[in-house]
């Protein structure tokens, strides 16, 4: 099994930043992508950003050029940087990573728990 622990969360006020963190474990695994999803309170989850294991990435329109997705293949971690928060970016985001277990045929997802983030005053 894959297990992944997210960290980062918390309260900020407008315009500040956050750096999210999703480290996966597990035993006889291999990324391909690794992505960051939100679910604001009463809304369907959302993709947010997406790294691919070349590091292709690719943006939901609302957070281009404020968050920056980014990961670390040596320590099987994505990140979340999120600067010019607004209060819209209030919501529980969650990590998703796709992955290929040893001695299976195709990939899984696997989700983190989820970590609140708060932008207000």
């Known amino acids: 099994q894959v297990q992944l622990v997210e960290s980062g969360g918390g309260l900020v006020q407008p315009g500040g930043s956050l750096r999210l963190s999703c480290a996966a474990s597990g035993s006889a695994f291999s990324i391909n992508r690794m992505g960051w999803y939100r679910q604001a309170l009463g809304k369907q989850r959302d993709l947010v950003a997406v790294?691919?294991?070349?590091?292709?990435?690719d943006y939901a329109d609302s957070v281009k050029g404020r968050f920056t997705i980014s990961r670390d293949n040596a320590k099987n971690t994505v990140y979340l940087q999120m600067n010019s928060l607004k209060p819209e970016d209030t919501a529980v985001y969650y990590c998703?990573?796709?992955?290929?277990?040893?001695?299976?045929?195709?990939?899984?997802?696997?989700w983190g728990q989820g970590t609140q983030v708060t932008v207000s005053a």
């Open positions: 790294i691919t294991s070349v590091g292709r990435t």
């Open positions: 998703k990573i796709t992955a290929r277990r040893m001695g299976r045929s195709s990939d899984d997802d696997y």
